[in-house]
Nanobody
Framework: QVQLVESGGRLVQAGGSLRLSCVASGRTFSRRAVGWFRQAPGKERELVAAISWSGGSTYYADFGKGRFTISRDNAKNTVYLQMDSLKPEDTAVYYC???????????????????WGQGTQVTVSS
């Protein structure tokens, strides 16, 4: 079992920045890719960014390219999502999730991730 806890979400003005953290406990992030997803009211959960277990490969959804940065510190069992130039449309609950992927790949599919955090609310005011 892997327990994931997100933090860092809050109310921020448009143009501002936030750094979300996802801390793992239990079995660690070893050989696990991590994805940050978000879900806005009435919308499906979507992938924001993903990172391979080593940190050597990353993926960003088009809406996050140039604004969001995913990184990880395996020694601290923590994955971060730095979000800059935030927009009101970024308002959502943000979740981190982990999937066992020793090959170094990662998935964009919600169903491929085994463990999920409880989510952290990000609200961007205009």
């Amino acid at each position: 079992q892997v327990q994931l806890v997100e933090s860092g979400g809050r109310l921020v003005q448009a143009g501002g920045s936030l750094r979300l953290s996802c801390v793992a406990s239990g079995r660690t992030f070893s050989r696990r890719a991590v994805g940050w997803f978000r879900q806005a009211p009435g919308k499906e959960r979507e992938l924001v960014a993903a990172i391979s277990w080593s940190g050597g490969s990353t993926y960003y959804a088009d809406f996050g390219k140039g604004r969001f940065t995913i990184s990880r510190d395996n020694a601290k069992n923590t994955v971060y999502l730095q979000m800059d130039s935030l927009k009101p449309e970024d308002t959502a609950v943000y979740y981190c999730a982990a999937e066992y992927s020793p090959s170094g790949s990662y998935s964009a599919l919600v169903g491929e991730y085994d463990y999920w955090g409880q989510g952290t609310q990000v609200t961007v005011s205009s």
